[in-house]
């Protein structure tokens, strides 16, 4: 028997069979690993790989990259995307990878940790698989992260945990810049905080749910997201509906949100759907206006039918809809499954609505979707998708053509003439406007 024979290589595939195009055949390992990060929800599973798959891809890519693109990407991931966890996972990474350059590794974790409780989840993710030293510029960026919190954030997030702050604190040996701050880590290292004004200790403690949200309202106490999230309770509590309008209608951090949170609200509390409405179209109005006919294709196939994480009864198809509800400027939109139906193109709730319901979920024909719109007149096309067809997809007619993934899945098909996105963040559609700004 010949052993030296010729085995032809086995061609690379999207989940639901599509060959992958020669340009995604390509990719480099940055490009990999932002597409694994930018819309992943860490150890979450997806609808073809499980999360504890695509964190290990994740963290091999990081590895093979250069450190200063890791960096990069980590701080994009935090600051335009989002995210949260993801970023920490590279930093657990960049920690080994940067050994030797303390100002990239310090400054980038000092960059990424935007929140009291991440200097601690941090540290978890890092010592994950058993507890061990922290590099020494690892340590640097935290401490000067640790600065960067006042007493009200540090008693928020101050929770019990296999790490908690005080672990941080002597872990990194941070120096206190003046006498105040001195006390206040002190009280940390004490566990002396003192409660913090937040509707969880409020209610923990027993006070009046109607009283206590309307008070952090008047005083302007409560971030959108916790706003947003509390609606059905409020509803329930009886609190003045004039006083959550306008919250709503301020948008106070509203920045931080991504839109499909909107989305979440709406079902969970009816009453203030008009006023979620009204404020998700004016995230809406507030976003570049795109020049020219827009058609939006957007993926409805059963994959994008699944949870965004575990405990949320939101999909990732939510998450596409209320993408495509954010683009501002002349459009039409398409779903596509096995067929392509056009929907009304609304901004706000009910173009989200009339994405979700346009038809059943079934395989996806991404290929067959794109030759559908191509013969329809217009001057840019995009598509929101995970990217996991069954055919191949032609190339655009226009030269303005965006593939956003909304997916951490391993392969996808939007290269070549494409210009491929990764995330659900409403930042890839400015990232679109300034690049035709740019580029024309």
């Known amino acids: 028997m010949r052993l030296n024979k010729h085995k032809p290589a086995k061609a690379e595939r999207t989940h639901e069979g599509a060959r992958l195009p020669k340009a ?21 599973n997806e609808f073809y790989e499980d999360g504890e798959t695509i964190a290990a891809r994740i963290t091999t890519l990081a590895a093979k990259v250069e450190p200063e693109i890791a960096a990069r990407i980590a701080i994009e991931a935090r600051s335009d995307m989002n995210l949260r966890h993801a970023p920490l996972l590279l930093l657990t990474v960049l920690a080994k990878t940067g050994a030797g350059r303390e100002k990239l590794v310090a400054d980038t974790v000092e960059a990424v940790v935007q929140r009291a409780d991440e200097l601690a989840e941090l540290v978890a993710v890092y010592w994950r698989n058993g507890k061990r030293p922290l590099p020494a510029q690892f340590k640097k960026g935290l401490a000067r992260a640790f600065a960067k919190f006042d007493a009200y ?6 929770r019990p945990g296999p790490v908690r702050l005080r672990d941080v604190l002597f872990l990194v040996h941070a120096k206190p810049k003046a006498a105040e701050q001195a006390d206040l880590w002190k009280k940390v290292a004490e566990k002396q905080l003192e409660s913090p004004d937040t509707w969880e200790v409020a209610l923990s403690s027993g006070a009046d749910k109607r009283e206590t949200f309307e008070r952090l309202l008047r005083d302007g106490k409560l971030g959108y997201l916790a706003l947003l999230r509390n609606l059905r309770n409020m509803a329930e509590a009886g609190v003045s509906e004039a006083l959550v309008n306008t919250a709503l209608a301020d948008r106070k951090g509203a920045k931080r949100v991504l839109p499909f949170r909107f989305v979440a609200a709406a079902r969970a509390a009816p009453r203030f759907d008009n006023a979620i409405d009204k404020a998700l179209r004016a995230a809406v109005a507030g976003q570049p206006r795109l020049e020219g006919r827009t058609i939006v294709l957007v993926d409805v196939s059963g994959s994008m039918d699944w949870q965004l994480s575990k405990r949320s009864d ?5 998450a596409a809809a209320a993408l495509a509800s954010c683009i501002n400027g002349d459009v039409r939109v398409f779903t596509f499954t096995d067929t392509v139906v056009e929907v009304p193109a609304r901004p706000g709730l009910a173009g989200i609505d009339a994405i979700l319901r346009s038809q059943p979920r079934g395989g996806t024909y991404l290929g067959k979707a794109v030759e559908r719109v191509n013969r329809e007149p217009h001057d840019r096309l995009i598509v929101i998708t995970d990217e996991q067809t069954a055919d191949k997809v032609p190339d655009p007619k226009v030269a303005r053509a965006y593939m956003i993934n909304v997916a951490s899945f391993r392969n996808g098909v939007g290269y070549g003439k494409w210009l491929h996105l990764d995330g659900f963040s409403e930042r890839v559609l400015g990232y679109i406007a300034e690049y035709e700004r740019t580029f024309g």
Request: glycine share 0%; net charge positive.
């Open 24 to 44: 995604a055949k390509t990719l480099d390992d940055a490009a990999r690993l932002r597409r694994a990060v930018m819309s992943c929800l860490l150890w979450e």
């Open 314 to 318: 939101l999909k990732r198809i939510d």
């Open 153 to 158: 954030q540090l008693s928020k997030y101050d």
